[in-house]
């Protein structure tokens, strides 16, 4: 959150949509996650007031509000982590959720609370600073011996002011392409072995000190560092999508929403909140209203070279080429999808683009309950409630 005294005045567009990201996310992740029956830890680990100075819900209290509508709530205990307004959260949170801290302080100074306090319970980290300097990627590369019974993060990524405090570091040329004038700057003054860390290595600077020597602008570098920085995730999560929140085609993103797991159903059910608002974003635009979310509908990844083609390809062809001449399982064929083509396409997108085939009678379809309770034959593209196997004919 932000340190400046006008931030709290009032919910900036892209606060609106990275706020109903977590809401629409937290409501389906509580009712598939009370089934394990462990002990769940929500973390809003850069929590702000709690409520903007317009009246508008800050995560604290969105998140309060899903929690009290879920029937995990007995399950549920709630921190908030705040260093500069924890006066002000507290007396916004207070008597809301029977199960609720506020920490005052750092993030970076209870991490290892963190990791104590999750010990055995299914932990949820919304990650929300204002800058990066905080984002430590040895905080995530420790999580795997914390002991939790499951962990998902969903993190707002400021790659757009790593990369400008990147060329003040390097020493290298700002140029106009960074900066926005609805952007607010950071105070995330730094040093190089700080962005290593954050980065997860050094390769950032390469892709900044390239980029003079081929006069490249910095759209297409914030593009390919988040590549890197999103491999490096999946070196700890199963699972990670990102997408990238703008407020002008032609702008740099202000930020990268990215989400981190290890589970299948976390991910589908982010892949589902994330095409959602992707889609609500593009409607908006063609009512002639700003555009949020970057187009991914011609941005295709090589899912063996995680390197983008920019190629103009179907959901047809894509799945045609993805399908070969043995029984592929269905979820992991969406589970690829999401892997090389982001939130371009919902699972929902997914399986009916099969069914469609199916119709067309070009892929053959093995249920594992090829019958209805009525005897009748199953037309099910359920793939988590059941296995579902699809080959080309």
Known sequence: MSNNSTFFAAKKNWSVLKDDLLANYLVPYLEKIKITKKEILIVDCFAGKGKFDDGSLGSPLIILEKVQQSNASQLTKLVFIEKNYAADLSLNVNGKFHNTEVWSGCYEDFIEKIKTEGRGKNVFLYIDPYGVKSLDFSFFSSLDSAGFHSIEILMNFNSNGFLREGCRLLGCECVDDIQSSSFEASNDISSIATWDSIANGDYWRGMLSCREEKELTLHPIEETFCQRYVQELKKLFTFVVDVPIRDKQ??????????????????????????????????SQKKGQEELFESYEIEVVNPFTQIRDFERSDLTTLLLSSIGSSNSNVRDIVLRMIDSCGIAYSPSDITSKLKALEEADRIAVARKKPFTPTNRPSKSWDFEAEDIFVRLK
């Open 250 to 283: 032609s702008a740099m993103p202000h930020y990268r929403m990215i989400y981190a797991t290890k589970h299948y159903m976390g991910v589908l059910l982010m892949a589902r909140e994330m095409n959602r608002a992707w889609k609500k974003i593009i409607e």
